[in-house]
């Protein structure tokens, strides 16, 4: 007898709502993928810190067993691949289990197999292949997705460097990446030999290093799922970067806004266009699936360029999933799940990305991701915990009352906070405080960050406390973001 074909959303909608297979996100927090639990029976997230202190119906958070220091999201997942507690639940649930992360690699990769599973992404290799940012501006040449003026070459010294950049016609001033990394760590603005020498211990003997132009543009971002019907494309969002209320890393992410007027209506069809061929190209490559696309759009000319490539989820997924159209019809990501699941389903894409493009489809939102900006560490002995907080009239934060739906915010004199520092962890320069998210705008027309912006964050801020750190423990920064 054939399988039964997926014709429409409603079908697709249905076949999630009665899914009968366990699927498991598992990563440091549910952050990404919030709410998701709501559109897939037996969807649990399986997580090492608990953000709700209990209080979530799908959040698995295994006590604490020994285990080396974690250098990695993928160390955490692997960690938590290996606990009894979630070993058990695994088998306690039964099916042939679903395994989705923000990240993994082949040690992971193998753990599914041994729990009987099976992983839901392209395969780590691949992913961590077209993660490479150098690969990500060859991937966008062939699929005629312009990147910022650049050059692709290894640096041995600043005069080498110099060289390079009068053979690629790029000038002297320049942004610098290494292939891999978050962008707060590893990219370098480099105008001068003193800049150079500030960083030259990060840079010589990285490989290729990305060699751009700099240019004055703003940050933007936008996800995409690449299924065998073809891609499809979510809205343009702005990008926070580098304030320093949020984050002491300059050019580090931080946050952003989903409104239907982010970007005048050419630049918004644009990345769109460029997120749809870039994808085709992905799938040529070999990759399917959930991704995400920096842009980089010049203030004064409008022109769009691409920055960098995620090969999955990303911070910014929460956003897009809960997005208006993603209560119209479906979560991007559920797209993604479907493309894995093997179900055969029959899409007109072309008409979902033009329904989805209509400004209708986006409501006004906004999330901040709160470190801790100063040059110090202590203990926290007190957070504010996850939940609905309120904004009174004389501009003070105060708690309200205990949620874990975005969707709660009733306005924008109410914000959802979902916290990360809980009480005894250490709190270091850049460690995560939490994340905010609020009704409206966070940043001006000039995308610098409100006044309303700012007294959310000093709000949420004020409600930490800690003590002095003992002068005999130490504590290092971990080299890596869990989100």
């Known amino acids: 007898m054939p399988k039964k074909v997926l014709n429409n959303i409603s079908e697709i909608r249905r076949y999630f709502h009665r899914n009968e297979e366990p699927v498991y996100f598992v990563s440091a927090t549910n952050f990404n993928l919030l709410g998701l639990d709501e559109w897939v029976k037996n969807f649990k997230y399986i997580c090492y810190i608990d953000c ?3 209080r979530h ?28 507690e979630v070993i058990d639940l695994i088998k306690r649930r039964g099916g042939k289990p679903k395994f989705v992360f923000l990240m993994f690699d082949e040690e992971t990769e193998r753990l599914v197999k041994e729990l009987g599973g099976e992983l839901w992404f392209p395969k780590a290799k691949l992913r961590t292949q077209c993660d490479n940012k150098i690969e990500t501006v060859r991937i966008g040449d062939k699929a005629g997705v312009p990147s910022v003026p650049n050059a692709l070459s290894e640096v041995t010294d600043y005069d080498q460097l110099r060289s390079v950049c009068e053979k690629a016609g790029i000038g002297h001033d320049l942004v610098l990446q290494s292939a891999f990394g978050d962008s707060g760590h590893t990219t370098f603005f480099i105008k001068s030999e003193a800049d ?8 010589i003997g990285e490989g290729e290093i990305k060699i751009m132009k700099r240019i004055d543009c703003r940050g933007s971002a936008i996800e995409a799922c690449a299924t065998s019907q073809g891609t499809i494309v979510g809205p343009l969002m702005t990008e926070l970067v580098g304030f320093k209320e949020l984050t002491p890393y300059r050019g580090g992410w931080c946050g952003n806004e989903i409104f239907a007027t982010a970007f ?35 203030k004064k000319s409008g022109d769009i360029w691409l920055g960098e490539l995620n090969p999955r989820i990303t911070g910014a997924s929460s956003m897009t999933n809960h997005a208006a159209f993603a209560h119209a019809d479906a979560p991007l990501f559920l797209f993604h799940l479907l493309e894995f699941s093997k ?41 504010p915990e996850t939940g609905i907080y309120k904004m009174l009239t004389d501009g ?36 995560d405080l939490g994340i905010l998210v609020t009704r409206g705008r966070s940043m001006t027309s000039n995308f610098q960050l409100n006044a309303r912006a700012k007294k959310w964050i000093h709000g949420i801020k004020s409600g930490f ?10 504590v290092a920064e971990p080299a890596f973001k869990i989100m």
Do not use: C
């Open 396 to 431: 003070s934060v105060v708690y309200d009352r205990f949620d874990y739906h975005r969707r709660a915010v009733e306005s924008e004199n109410e914000a959802f906070f979902l916290r990360i520092l809980k009480p005894g962890d250490f709190r270091y320069e850049g460690a």
């Open 264 to 298: 005048p209506p050419k630049t918004r069809e644009r990345a769109r266009e460029l997120t749809f061929k870039f994808g085709e190209q992905l799938r040529k490559e070999g990759y399917r699936g959930y991704f995400e696309l920096d842009f980089l759009v010049e």
């Open 52 to 54: 709700y202190d209990g």
């Open 57 to 84: 119906p799908n959040v698995f958070t295994p006590t604490e067993a020994p285990h080396a220091e974690f250098q990695s999201i993928e160390d955490i997942n692997n960690y938590l691949l290996q606990h009894k």
């Open 343 to 383: 179900k055969k389903f029959k899409l007109d894409v072309d008409e979902l990305n033009a329904r989805w493009a209509d400004h209708d489809m986006i409501d006004d939102w906004s999330q901040m991701v709160i470190k801790h900006t100063d040059d110090s560490v202590d203990i926290v002995t007190h957070a």
């Open 196 to 203: 150079f020498r500030k960083h030259e211990h990060e840079i």
């Open 465 to 474: 406390t800690a003590r002095p750190l003992p002068s005999a423990e130490v």
